[in-house]
Structures are given as structure tokens and as C-alpha cells.
């Protein structure tokens, strides 16, 4: 990058919108990619503004948005492949007894609602953990992410129709996961 581009004052105002609009979006969609990895969705999603900053010049501000979900994508797939073939240690298994699902925050209600939607939440999230990694994507940048499933074409790389039947499929498992709770009800 010329040293033109990082002095432009209109580029770098919208170069720090962006950060502050999409740091929190790029660090859940890539904590929820990540699974039981979410310690790194800080990292990646700053990996993803820093190297958005370093292509300033390249990325049209029209394409930031399915630019930097790409990257964050592609990073956490990257991060989720070097860990297949990391040995796990004492550290990451006490880590795991610590770490409690993202849970919205629930309205007060009765006690017993309230276990209800918190273990249905809990459920969710499983199952979401669940999906094959094409479903969960797709149904993260869809669902949590409101991405239009245009954008999600662009940045997963695959047609419309396949963003489509992707989250169709995840629909369909996730509520066969949460069908105890769905009767429940």
C-alpha cells in the first residue's frame, strides 16, 4: 500500500468505521466457527480489519463487508485444521470445564422458564457446534450474522442455489436437535 492510500483522511474515517462496525460481528461469527476454539475469535477477527487495512487498495469499500467475513472464514478454517493436528494438554482440558456456552441474556421470569430457555439455548448451541462445517457456516453468516444469501455467495465462493439448500439442511437438523424442546412447548 502506497503511503498516499494509508494518508487518505476519507479512506482511513471509513477504514475505522469498518472496525467499528463489523469487529464484534467478525469476532462472533468466528467464535462460533471456532467452537471450543472461541478463545481465538479476537485474534482472528483483528486478523481480518488488519489485513482489510493492508488491502485497502485492492478492496473496493462496496465489498468490505463480504471481504472481511471471507477472511475471517478462511482464517478460522486455517485455525481449525492446525488444530486436527495439535497435541492437546493438561491446559486445554481445564480450560474446557470453564467455559460456559453464549448465552443471550434472558428476561426474569419464572424459575422454571427460565432453566427451560437457558438448557434449550444450551441445546442450540450444540447443536449448532453440531452441523457439518458447510451447514454451520452458512447458517451462522445467514441466521446470527444477517448476511443476505448474495453476500454469503460471494463469500463462501459457492452459487445461490447452494447457500439455499445449505441452510435448508442446517434448518432441518436443527430443529430435529431441538425437537424435544419444540414439544415441550
Not at 127 to 152: D, H, K, N, T
Request: aromatic share 8%.
Amino acid at each position: 500500500m502506497t503511503s498516499a492510500t494509508r494518508q487518505d483522511p476519507i479512506l482511513l474515517a471509513s477504514y475505522q468505521r469498518a472496525v467499528h462496525d463489523y469487529a464484534d460481528l467478525l469476532k462472533s461469527f468466528a467464535a462460533r466457527l471456532l467452537g471450543d476454539d472461541a478463545d481465538w475469535s479476537e485474534d482472528v477477527a483483528q486478523d481480518a480489519l488488519l489485513a482489510l487495512y493492508r488491502h485497502l487498495h485492492d478492496v473496493p469499500e462496496s465489498a468490505w463487508r463480504p471481504w472481511l467475513y471471507r477472511v475471517t472464514r478462511n482464517l478460522c478454517l486455517d485455525r481449525l485444521r492446525r488444530r486436527k493436528h495439535r497435541p492437546r494438554n493438561f491446559r486445554d482440558y481445564a480450560d474446557e470445564e470453564n467455559r460456559d456456552p453464549v448465552a443471550p441474556a434472558l428476561p426474569a421470569c419464572r424459575p422454571e422458564i427460565r432453566a427451560q430457555e437457558v438448557e434449550m439455548q444450551r441445546d442450540l448451541e450444540q447443536a449448532i457446534q453440531e452441523l457439518p462445517p458447510r451447514f454451520r457456516e452458512v447458517f451462522l453468516l445467514c441466521e446470527q450474522q444477517g448476511v443476505s444469501y448474495e453476500e454469503a455467495s460471494t463469500i463462501l465462493d459457492v452459487p445461490l442455489k447452494t447457500i439455499s439448500t445449505r441452510l435448508f439442511r442446517a434448518r432441518q437438523r436443527l430443529m430435529k436437535a431441538l425437537a424435544p424442546h419444540l414439544e415441550r412447548n
